[in-house]
């Protein structure tokens, strides 16, 4: 019994780190990158839906992004989707294609590009202190009932805890990793 519980806190951990890791690839680098582009949702038909649904999206240099409306006529919907987005970008539209200029990022912007990767980190870590809660009470739960004895319990709680150190530990790591890719001139 302690061992399902084992599993479902690592496999809700793993799914917090997974989700850390779709929210860096969503904050501006020096590069350009197509998934910088995936929180954008433009007014179309009616509704609002996500960029990559709405047109097609190529990355044909580090310092730019082209891209092609299926449909022209949500051209300036998507651009305008584009410009008040808070990445700071700057579109234009040649009437084919939009194109997506990544000037260089200024120092100050970088030192706010760190501060949020940082608040995301520490959403990530509280996450995963919530599981190692959440594992605890329904192991202490078991201990109670008579399901399992307290040397089993106490052993699944120790290893909740070796759980919960890895994850927050790959969380660290994938900051710096982040933090270093921001900073890089």
Known sequence: MT????????THMDKTQQALQHEFG???????SAS????IHVDAYGSSMPLNQVANIKVPEPQSIIIEPWDKSVMGAIEKAIRNSDLGLNP???GQVIRVPFPPLTEERRKELVKLCKGYAEEARVAVRNVRREANHKLDKLGK???ASEDDVRRAEAEVQKLTD????EIDEALKRKE?????V
Not at 5 to 10: H, N, T, V, W
Not at 180 to 184: L, N, Q, R, S, V
Request: proline share 0%.
């Open 3 to 10: 061992s399902s519980i084992l599993a479902d806190a690592g």
């Open 26 to 32: 969503t904050v501006r680098t020096g590069r350009a």
């Open 36 to 39: 910088l582009l995936d929180k």
């Open 92 to 94: 234009s539209n040649d």
């Open 145 to 147: 009932e008579g399901e």
């Open 166 to 169: 890895s994850h927050v530990k």
């Open 180 to 184: 270093a890719e921001i900073m890089e």
